[in-house]
Structure formats: structure tokens, C-alpha cells
């Protein structure tokens, strides 16, 4: 099992910055692909970036390339999303999640951080 808790969300303006970390316990946190998804109201959950075991292969959505950026820090069983130029339509609930070497599924998931950008 992997238990991941997600934190730094918050309100912030157009324009603004954020951090989310997300922190793992359990099963071993430098043998899987971590990533970060989120969903908005109304809408289907979409990821907007992954990061390999080791951080060396990296995915940006479209929507989010330029301006997001995820880090993992193995030592720390810590993934980061760094959030900069925010936009309105980046509000919604960002989610943690991990998915093991072996697995080709998205098996571990955190409850979600709320992000709103708004002035």
C-alpha cells in the first residue's frame, strides 16, 4: 500500500503561484511513476503531469507546459508541483497519485488539495 497526502493549495490570484507537495508512506516511494491530476466541476479528472521513478522522464499536459513544473525528491518521499501563472480555468482539485513500476494502472491516490484562482 502507498498512502499519499497532498497539501499547499489554496486561493490565489490570476497570475499567482503555488506549490503542491505531496508526501508518500508505505511501499516503497522511489520504485514508482508519481503524477499529479485534477478535476473541476463538472468535468472529467485529467493528469496534468507525471515524473519517472528516478525524475529523469517527465509529462506536461498542453494546458499547463510553460507555466507547471513536478519534481520529485526520493529522499524525502516527496513529490512537488510548482505551479506559476496561474489562470482561472487551472481552479480545481489537484490529486496526487502513484503508480508502481510493475502496474499499468494508477493504483494510489490521495484525497485532493483544492486550488482556486480567482480575484
Known amino acids: 500500500q502507498v498512502q499519499l497526502v497532498e497539501s499547499g493549495g489554496g486561493l490565489v490570484q490570476p497570475g499567482g503561484s503555488l506549490r503542491l507537495s505531496c508526501a508518500a508512506s508505505?511501499?516503497?516511494?522511489?520504485?514508482?511513476?508519481m503524477g499529479w491530476a485534477r478535476q473541476a466541476p463538472g468535468k472529467e479528472r485529467e493528469f496534468v503531469a507525471t515524473?519517472?521513478?528516478?525524475?529523469?522522464?517527465?509529462y506536461l499536459a498542453n494546458s499547463v507546459k510553460g507555466r507547471f513544473t513536478i519534481s520529485r525528491d526520493n529522499a524525502k518521499n516527496t513529490v512537488y508541483l510548482q505551479m506559476n501563472s496561474l489562470k482561472p480555468e487551472d481552479t480545481a482539485v489537484y490529486f496526487c497519485?502513484?503508480?508502481?513500476?510493475?502496474?499499468?494502472?494508477?493504483?494510489?491516490w490521495g484525497q485532493g488539495t483544492q486550488v482556486t484562482v480567482s480575484s
Open positions: 515524473i519517472s521513478e528516478s525524475g529523469g522522464s517527465r
Open positions: 508505505g511501499r516503497t516511494f522511489s520504485s514508482a511513476r
Open positions: 497519485t502513484a503508480r508502481a513500476v510493475s502496474s499499468s494502472t494508477w493504483d494510489y
